[in-house]
């Protein structure tokens, strides 16, 4: 069997250069017992490898032998026997020995089978399983008459195998060598002078086996010939040679064959008895045994095809004369196979892990398949189990390998159970399977995500610096260094400032800390992007953005505007002295930068102290009489009015009326407060206000009448939507606004207790009020702009 196989390995290493495969064949030859540290050959030069090459390439040598028999000299490259080589331990009973090792390159990934053949040495002598045979002759045997000798055992192979007999000389035999096909050779000793017991009983012979070797090794066997009485006529089997098929699950106690011999001879000396010879280290008689008085073959022990696939039985029938004589014959037993073994799945090589953009095709294991049966029941075929990303890929014969076939995610799955089965094609067809775990190396691929495309914070303004206002967090599907990440601002171009002077981020932590403080009143929002890069190579990063939206806080008081806002002006009120109860003496109004509750206004009458006489509108600013007048009354009230907002907490302002109380109302004089004119000559900036001026009226007579056009056009009643936009007065007479930016011009009448207020924000070019009484006044803000300026 084990010469079958070497056969195979011969075979398949020889085709194995004509394949377009990634595994190359290097043989190397040489003798058993060499010391260690022998050179095997130069793998290094072999590989067209330099020696500088060896250690960046990660050689390596594997086997599956115990103990390892080579290893590599990395310094040299050279290849060097590392244990005691006996082939006769190896390769028992086997012409050709091997040894098969790999050698894996790392970088660039390759695998190389080596070949290592064990050349024979003479180091065994032949020798007999016995010190002394002994032969009975009759006195009365015949010249040319033959007897089979033992076969001397040499476990050398090859030339040092036993190649020849020799007999010391004598007066009466003579050997016949004979040589099989096999390649063994037997010895017959034959009769030349026919026996004298009287002259001489006991013949003593010496039988020398030479094996080939150059210096020839010899082993010796004693043989002694017993000259019998006469029996004239020896056993004479029915054939020479017996064949006989056994099925190697042959059950014991079977019989193969019954022996056939008879004798001439009369009585005892015809009375035939069978029995088998041990001949060298053959062991049939352990296998078989043969009932002495009828000849049957009779199975003894165990029969496996792959142990032995034949028997070669000598047997022997004797008489029971007075000098027994014997015939011989052979018997050759085939064994027939049985499918009674299942194929062997051995892994060779595994290169795991394996990266997840491995292309298709690479190699990941090599796979050897074996089936000790022969014949149909030996051929095996091969197959992976479930539907993986790896196929199985036949190199020769029996030899796979299993290689990338398909997109690799580690993401997705991080390891591969890779079933391999493999069934032979007997019948009933056998199979086994072998599991091998690929574990899937990351690669960088895939970039840091935020769980949304933008993140709003909101801030307080006024806040601390140095606060931590949010945190970014990224995530990475890789793993280790893949998924580590680092995180920075990116300015964000064209904007009002450099963020870097606004924020920090902590690079780890995704924390964002405040550099400055911020004020509602001058930002109310800005945004920025925080990128995410991971540690790959090379490195992948994405983007989020971030608002960030400053919160009012009350930290502005509220503004008194005109008429009771000038610096250091005595604010007076007169009130007739016939004024009836809700007499309106005078409207505060007051403006707060904040915004929402923080600017919403209220009004309070703070002074004097138990006044019955006026009261204040809390919403609207107001005031107007509780009551009439009577003589008890002062002439003049001194009024404090404090305005205050609704933030936390609430801030304030005050301001002082002297009401007047007079006789008659002829006596009230409307107190208009009139800017003071500068008396200047006709300026650039009048001119420039002159053609501003005739500009909007054109422009304004253009649109009146593109709207009046448009107006009369339509009939969806949705002209309203071309009208300027108008901000009027709050129901109960108040108005604020909260954006420090935006500009009103107002509008009033003579008549400050009837008229109503418009007011226009700065984006209308032109606007239009009318009062009660008729009175229109056209307001061009962006005209009052160009004179503020």
């Known amino acids: 069997m084990r010469t079958q196989w070497d056969n195979i390995w011969s075979l398949f290493f020889s085709l194995l250069c ?13 003798f058993e017992e060499v010391d260690k540290g022998a050179a095997v050959g130069n793998l290094a030069k072999d590989l067209n490898l330099s020696v500088q090459q060896l250690q960046s390439a990660g050689l390596q040598i594997t086997s599956g032998y115990k103990p390892p028999y080579f290893d590599i000299n990395l310094e040299s490259g050279v290849l060097f026997v590392s244990e005691r080589i006996d082939r006769e331990e190896l390769c028992p009973n086997t012409v050709k020995c091997s040894l098969n090792i790999e050698a894996i390159l790392s970088n660039p990934r390759s695998l190389h089978r080596i070949e290592v053949v064990i050349n024979d040495i003479n180091d065994n002598a032949p020798s007999f399983l016995e010190d002394i045979f002994t032969i009975d002759m009759s006195e009365s045997s015949y010249v040319g008459e033959r007897h089979p000798l033992p076969i001397a055992h040499d476990p050398d192979v090859g030339a040092n195998s036993v190649k020849t007999y020799k007999l010391n000389a004598n007066d009466y035999f003579s050997l016949d060598i004979q040589s099989t096909g096999d390649q063994s050779v037997s010895a017959e000793l034959v009769l030349q002078k026919a026996l004298d017991r009287e002259k001489q009983a006991v013949i003593e012979l010496t039988l020398t086996a030479i094996d080939g070797g150059k210096s020839p090794k010899t082993g010796t066997l004693q043989i002694q010939v017993n000259v019998l009485d006469v029996n004239d006529n020896s056993p004479v089997f029915s054939k020479s040679l017996y064949k006989v098929q056994v099925i190697e699950n042959a059950n014991i106690g079977t019989t193969i064959l019954k022996l056939n011999a008879t004798d001439l001879d009369e009585g005892s000396n015809s009375d035939v008895r069978y029995s088998l010879l041990k001949r060298g280290n053959v062991d049939s008689p352990e296998k078989f045994i043969v009932i002495p008085e009828s000849g049957e073959i009779i199975v003894k022990g165990n029969l496996d095809y792959e142990e032995s696939t034949a028997y070669e039985l000598r047997v022997r029938a004797s008489d029971q004369g007075a000098s027994p004589r014997s015939g011989y014959s052979k018997v050759l037993l085939e064994i027939v196979d049985v499918n009674d073994n299942a194929p062997q799945i051995s892994v060779t090589s595994l290169m795991s892990p394996v990266k997840e953009n491995a292309e298709i095709g690479t190699v990941v294991a090599l796979v050897t398949v074996t089936d000790k049966d022969g014949g149909q029941n030996g051929l095996t075929t091969c197959k992976l189990k479930d539907s993986i990303p790896f196929k199985l890929k036949s190199n020769y014969r029996n030899y796979y390998s299993i290689v990338v076939n398909g997109q690799l995610d580690r993401e997705t799955l991080s390891q591969y159970s890779v079933t391999i089965i493999a069934t032979d ?5 056998l199979s086994s399977s072998a599991v091998i775990t690929v574990h899937i190396s990351d690669v960088n691929d895939n970039a840091p995500s935020f769980p949304d495309g933008y993140i709003n914070i909101y801030v307080k303004e006024n806040s601390k610096v140095g ?16 998924a580590k990440l680092t995180y920075s601002l990116i300015e964000n171009y064209p904007n009002q400032f450099s963020i870097s002077t606004v924020l920090n981020i902590n690079s780890e932590t995704g924390d964002i800390i405040s ?5 509602y009143e001058e930002l109310k929002m800005f945004h920025f992007k925080v990128q995410a890069t991971d540690s790959g190579v090379p490195p992948l990063s994405s983007n989020v953005t971030v608002n960030v939206l400053i919160l009012d806080e009350n930290d502005n008081s509220p503004t008194i ?27 505060i109004r007051a403006v707060d930068a904040d915004s929402g509750y923080n600017a919403l206004l209220s009004y309070h009458l703070s002074e004097p102290k138990g006044n019955n006489l006026f009261r204040i509108g809390t919403s609207t600013g107001e005031i107007r009489t509780k009551r009439r007048m009577s003589d008890n009354d002062l002439k003049t009230h001194p009024l404090v009015v404090l305005v205050s907002d609704n933030g936390e907490p609430s801030l304030s302002a005050t301001v002082s009326i002297d009401v007047v109380v007079v006789e008659s109302t002829a006596e009230i004089q409307t107190q208009f407060r009139h800017m003071p004119v500068k008396e200047d000559s006709f300026s650039d900036l009048n001119l420039y206000l002159l053609i501003a001026i005739v500009s909007v009226s054109v422009i304004f007579l253009l649109s009146l009448i593109t709207l009046i056009a448009v107006r009369c056009h339509r009939t969806d009643g949705t002209f309203s939507r071309y009208s300027a936009p108008m901000i009027t007065t709050h129901p109960d007479g108040s108005w604020s606004y909260s954006k420090a930016t935006q500009q009103y011009d107002v509008c009033f009448s003579s008549d400050t207790l009837k008229s109503d207020v418009v007011v226009f924000p700065f984006k209308d070019t032109l606007g239009l009020y009318c009062g009660e009484k008729g009175c229109c006044c056209w307001i061009m803000v962006f005209i009052a702009d160009i004179y503020r300026i």
């Open 467 to 482: 606060d931590i206002i949010t945190k970014v967090t990224a995530c990475d599907a890789d793993t280790n260094e893949n």
């Open 561 to 587: 505007l005109a008429p009771y806002s000038e610096h250091g002006s005595v604010n007076s009120e007169s009130i007739p002295y016939s004024a009836e109860a809700g007499y309106f003496v005078a409207k």
């Open 515 to 519: 550099l400055q403080s911020f004020n």
């Open 18 to 30: 004509l394949c377009e495969w990634s595994v190359a064949q290097i043989s190397y030859s040489i």
């Open 425 to 429: 094609e007997g019948s009933p067809p």
